[in-house]
């Protein structure tokens, strides 16, 4: 079980707006940023958003991260076929003083 | 532009031992903190262990500590790992990956991983 709780699938249509949370606690998101992970299939993870809501460059602005006390949330607008994916939360957690992950969560585009 | 290059993996008995190594290169490599993360098959990522720059700083995950080492050589912009006392539960496909520098979750670097199987 992870320390961070995410839904383990989503699912939306070309264009559509979907949302992915990612729960935790006051020793984790609660006090430090909250970053976001893209995995394509049989690829390693990329980052797709640090410090809660920033993008790296290159990544799309459909791309939004929030968080709001102990928990975050990872927006793509404008879905697309590509878009399909796992995406894992990470953040530092003070009480493991270790960086955590949440379980992942799959993507699918219908 | 960065790249980081492990080897190493391969299928191992329990409580067998095992060496990844990672190759570093297009960043200084001695500037920055090193880490694992490894990632069972069909599971989600597990951050393993983490290294400062210079090697004085050592972290490691519950589920690894005083089976695994983590180590560096700067001069050769290299990353390593010596796993002892390795369980079933230890396959997983290993990434080596840069960072992260401060108490962050930020790896904004990765490997392509290196398999590692333990079974009888």
């Known amino acids: 079980q992870s320390v961070l709780t995410q839904p383990p699938s989503a699912s939306g249509t070309p264009g559509q707006r979907v949302t992915i949370s990612c729960s935790g606690s006051?020793?984790?998101?609660?006090?430090?940023?909250v970053y976001w992970y893209q995995q394509l299939p049989g690829t390693a993870p990329q980052l797709l958003i640090f410090?809660?809501?920033q993008r790296p460059s290159g990544v799309p602005d459909r791309f939004s991260g929030s968080k709001s006390g102990t928990s975050a949330s990872l927006a793509i607008s404008g879905l697309r076929s590509e878009d399909e994916a796992d995406y894992y939360c990470?953040?530092?957690?003070?009480?493991?003083?270790?960086?955590?992950f949440g379980g992942g969560t799959k993507l699918t585009v219908l | 532009q960065v790249q980081l290059v492990e080897s190493g993996g391969g299928l191992v008995k329990p409580g067998g031992s095992l060496r990844l190594s990672c190759a570093a290169s297009?960043?200084?490599?001695?500037?920055?903190?090193m880490s694992w993360i490894r990632q069972a098959p069909g599971k989600g990522l597990e951050w393993v262990s983490s290294?400062?720059?210079?090697?004085?700083?050592?972290y490691y995950a519950d589920s690894v500590k005083g089976r695994f080492t983590i180590s560096r050589d700067n001069a050769k912009n290299s990353l390593y790992l010596q796993m002892n006392s390795l369980r079933a539960e230890d396959t997983a496909v290993y990434y080596c990956?840069?960072?992260?520098?401060?108490?962050?979750?930020?790896?904004?670097?990765w490997g392509q991983g290196t398999l590692v199987t333990v079974s009888s």
């Open positions: 006051s020793s984790n998101i609660g006090g430090n940023y």
């Open positions: 990956v840069r960072g992260p520098d401060t108490a962050v979750a930020d790896f904004r670097y």
């Open positions: 290294i400062s720059s210079s090697g004085s700083s050592i």
């Open positions: 410090r809660n809501n």
């Open positions: 297009g960043f200084t490599f001695s500037d920055y903190y």
């Open positions: 990470a953040v530092w957690d003070d009480s493991l003083s270790g960086p955590v």
